[in-house]
């Protein structure tokens, strides 16, 4: 998990109306290094560079550009104290809380970006923070969060922000046409608005998941010999041929699970994604965002590609990995070590939805940083240890 420095928070808006108050209409955007008078904005853990500024009219945006970073585990945000002209004091009132809500719109999709309030004296870095899935591209969505247990009173200074991180290595944008912040009664304000997503959620247990649906189609793919299949791929273990998926610095693992049955369902919850590990090797220190796994989504390219015959080249159709598989991360997740050990990775409710509307077309594995992990294929043991997602339904 990583940890957000004070930084990461964008605050609200400058001028109070009747109904929010603080709130940012963005008829002009004032910028502030201090974030005490106006917008400061930075970025963080990796090469990209941002601004903020006057998009049109009536809304600001948020560009970034990550052509030179590396390794897309940077952080982008927008932060403002939003403190001037609050009554902290209802926050000491049983069931006051601070609402933060803003109405954006972005250049790349799916896509998350994250909400948060704290203050001063804010040391967990991820409380009082949420992501929101944001779909499609060049519309706009309404997103708010609403604390709880939020901690502050007289004398303290409000913080929000909004943020982008680990979206890929291109340039990007997030338009926003208004910021808000209120202190609310919570059971009187009505339900947040946008798809929520907690930032790195707990893994369900998989008792309390109905559905089990084993892969349909588990492969790899080769981002240097694009042109060759790799689904025969196997380890020699005494007489015995196992297949595998592995995930090192050139090979990537695709998986398709065949969702017609659930066509038209909806998914309740967040579920899981399960891998059965062969062997993993890495560094022996655990390092920050390195020697562990990220997975993502398919997002274009063959939607029904064949394990027997799948290469790099025939998944992407001609269009740029970065085009296919979703450079934003669903979750970045260490693999369970040892023969047989279970890696399940969390997939949040907006991703398995998208799975079975046919929006997503499949799940791939990828490595951040230096790690060579082997798991099961669906060939072994009558598919006993194969991938598998679990899930429920409404």
Known sequence: MRPWASALILGLAACGTAS???????????????????????????????????????????RVDATTDRRGIWWALVERNVQGGMDLGLLRKPGHEVRIEARIRVSHAPRRVNLQVLT??????????MEFDIPEAESWYTISMTTRGFDAGPGDTLIGHIALMDWGLEKYRVDLDYMKVDIVDAATAGPDQ????????????PGTLA?????????MIDVENTDVNLNDWQVLDGARRVRLLTVDG????????????????????????????????????????FGIVRVV?????????????????????????????????????????????????????????????????????????????????????????????RFNLE
Not at 23 to 33: C, I, M, P
Not at 120 to 129: K, N
Not at 309 to 329: I, K
């Open 211 to 219: 559905q089990e649906l084993k892969v349909a189609h588990d492969s």
């Open 120 to 129: 001063q004296r804010t040391t967990d870095w991820h409380s009082h923070l």
């Open 250 to 289: 050139t090979h990537v693992v695709i998986l398709r699970f065949d969702l017609g049955a659930f066509a038209g369902r909806r998914v309740a919850g967040a579920g899981l994604l399960e891998l059965t590990t062969r062997s993993v090797e890495r560094r022996a220190e655990d390092v920050k965002d």
């Open 20 to 62: 929010a108050q603080f709130r940012d209409d963005f008829d002009s955007v004032k910028t502030d290094a201090e974030g005490a008078s106006g917008w400061r904005f930075f970025t963080g853990d990796g090469t990209a560079t941002m601004d903020f500024r006057q998009g049109g009219v009536g809304f600001a945006s948020i």
């Open 297 to 389: 989504e398919i997002l274009a390219g063959d939607p029904a590609w064949d394990q027997r015959t799948v290469t790099a080249d025939s998944l992407r159709r001609g269009q740029p990995l970065r085009r296919v598989l979703n450079p934003q991360m669903i979750i970045d997740w260490p693999v369970t070590e040892g023969d047989g050990g279970k890696t399940r990775f969390t997939l949040s409710k907006p991703v398995l939805q998208r799975l079975i509307d046919g929006k997503t077309l499949g799940i791939a594995v990828k490595p951040l940083g230096a790690i060579n992990a082997s798991f099961y294929a669906m060939e072994n043991d009558g598919g006993e240890r194969a991938a598998r997602l």
């Open 194 to 205: 946008g798809a929520a997503v907690p930032y790195h959620p707990p893994l369900p247990d």
